[in-house]
């Protein structure tokens, strides 16, 4: 028996968005007026419906693609999200519980291994890793803009040079809440506090996947395949993004 699980956010507006997000309805009745008909003209007196949705390519569930960590990436034109391989966004899943890591804190290397360490399995080319922090139990407040812990840089380093080519976490970014960062480097001035595991991506191209959920559904640290084809956007940094868990087997 096959089964999809569903990873990812329905794109709406709601306080854990940063941005707006607007949808306009033309709806059935509607929809024939702005075809120079009258809804009686269609059978059931109801045309076709339309939507117009504004939100920003971050928006909801999605990916981030190297254009978006910088112009250049291994000293190469960095891949926009419309140039991202297929055969990266296919591959067997790897889910590593970070849940134990305070809200606000960084994911050290120590951690991940730590964490790869119980899941059994050491991250391969091709292994899309989910980071399980459970941060998505906050989707629909204000809070899940700020309480989940982010990748290190050296930890996103670990995972890219052993082949990982997605990474992918079920809160609202892979580096720690902006408002950390922004704080620790006012108070410190190293410039190397901010967004790490984004800028880690100008020295080699990975894939980000931001705002999972459903983590806890997964039959366990592997046994799934995952599917995260982006929507092609040309020239954009990031594309909305179904992703989707394919477990084999009886439930």
């Not at 269609?42 to 978006?68: C, K, Q, R, Y």
């Not at 360490?117 to 292994?127: F, K, S």
């Not at 980071?131 to 700020?146: P, R």
């Not at 408002?179 to 001035?189: A, D, L, P, Q, S």
């Amino acid at each position: 028996m096959r089964r999809f699980l569903d990873l990812s956010v329905a794109t709406r507006s709601t306080p854990s968005e940063a941005t707006p997000v607007t949808v306009e309805l033309l709806d059935h009745r509607t929809g024939a007026t702005v075809l120079g008909l009258s809804p009686e003209d269609f059978p059931d007196s109801m045309a076709i419906s339309n939507e117009t949705v504004t939100l920003t390519t971050h928006t909801g569930t999605h990916m981030d693609a190297p254009l978006h960590y910088g112009p250049l990436s291994g000293g190469a034109p960095a891949k926009s999200i419309d140039q991202v391989p297929l055969e990266w966004c296919y591959g067997p899943g790897l889910r590593l519980d970070v849940r134990h890591v305070p809200a606000g804190r960084e994911i050290t290397v120590d951690q991940l291994i730590g964490a790869i360490d119980a899941a059994g399995h050491e991250p391969a080319p091709g292994d899309v890793v989910l980071l399980w922090t459970g941060a998505d139990s906050l989707w629909g407040t204000a809070e899940y803009l700020t309480s989940y812990p982010g990748l290190s840089g050296k930890a996103t380093a670990y995972l890219v040079e052993r082949g990982v080519r997605v990474i992918g976490i079920d809160a609202w970014g892979l580096d720690r809440p902006m408002r950390e960062m922004v704080e620790e480097y006012r108070r410190t001035g190293d410039s190397s506090v901010l967004w790490p595991a984004h800028v880690y991506g100008r020295t080699r191209e990975y894939l980000q996947l931001e705002k999972l959920a459903g983590l806890g559904t997964l039959p366990g640290s592997t046994g799934f395949t995952v599917a995260c084809f982006p929507v092609s956007i040309a020239g954009a940094g990031a594309g909305w993004t179904r992703v989707v868990a394919i477990v084999e087997g009886p439930e």
